[in-house]
Every structure is written in structure tokens, then in C-alpha cells.
Nanobody
Framework: QLQVVESGGGLVQPGGSLSLSCVSSGLTLDYYVIGWFRQAPGKEREGVSCINGGDGSTYYADSVKGRFTISRDNARDTVYLRMSNLKPEDTAVYYC?????????????????????WGQGTQVTVSS
């Protein structure tokens, strides 16, 4: 069974840091793009970052550029999202998702409609 599972969410103060993990099973990361999405109450789902599991290329939304870092460890079937200098507007449920790309190189802004394997989400709350 193909699946991804997020962990690492929690409550953090503004300016703090948090790391999320996305562990995959049943799929080979080299042939997937893994994306991180978030959805705040009353707002649309937003693609914040993604990484090509094969060539390691990355994408960041303007809202998180310079503060979030995505990385992968293919040996552990895991993708990480390191979030720093967190702001209250980063509060959301964060989801990771997988898009099969084969041997295609590079990434493009994550489009949720293209991802067909989704995790259950993990809550991130930034508040003092």
C-alpha cells in the first residue's frame, strides 16, 4: 500500500522553529515529487514547498522562502520540512503528498490536483 505519514507538528511561539517529517512506504522516492501543503481554517490549500526525490531540486512559495527548508533522505524514505522564524500566519494543518514523475527532472509549483497520495495532516500552531 502506497502511503505517506506526517509527524512533527505542534505549538510554537512566533519566531520559533519546528521540523516536520514525511515518511513514505511502498514507493521509491527517486521517482516522486514530495510536496508540502497547508490549509488554514477558511482558506484554500496552499502548496508551500516540494522536492524532486530523484535530482533533489526544490521549490518554495514566496510566503515561506528563506524561512523553510525542504530536504530528503531517500535511504530513510523520508522528506523533511524545517520551518524557522515562524509567524502566526503559518498556523495551519500541514500535509505531505506524493506525485509520481518517473525520471522527470526538476520541479514546478505544487498543484494539489496532481498529487494522488496524501497524508492525514499534522497541526502547526504559531502563537504566544
Amino acid at each position: 500500500q502506497l502511503q505517506v505519514v506526517e509527524s512533527g507538528g505542534g505549538l510554537v511561539q512566533p519566531g520559533g522553529s519546528l521540523s516536520l517529517s514525511c515518511v513514505s512506504s511502498g514507493l521509491t522516492l527517486d521517482y516522486y515529487v514530495i510536496g508540502w501543503f497547508r490549509q488554514a481554517p477558511g482558506k484554500e490549500r496552499e502548496g508551500v514547498s516540494c522536492i524532486n526525490g530523484g535530482d533533489g531540486s526544490t521549490y518554495y512559495a514566496d510566503s515561506v522562502k528563506g524561512r523553510f527548508t525542504i530536504s530528503r533522505d531517500n535511504a530513510r524514505d523520508t522528506v523533511y520540512l524545517r520551518m524557522s522564524n515562524l509567524k502566526p500566519e503559518d498556523t495551519a494543518v500541514y500535509y505531505c503528498a506524493a506525485d509520481w514523475i518517473g525520471v522527470r527532472q526538476g520541479v514546478r509549483p505544487p498543484d494539489a490536483a496532481l498529487y494522488d497520495i496524501w497524508g492525514q495532516g499534522t497541526q502547526v500552531t504559531v502563537s504566544s
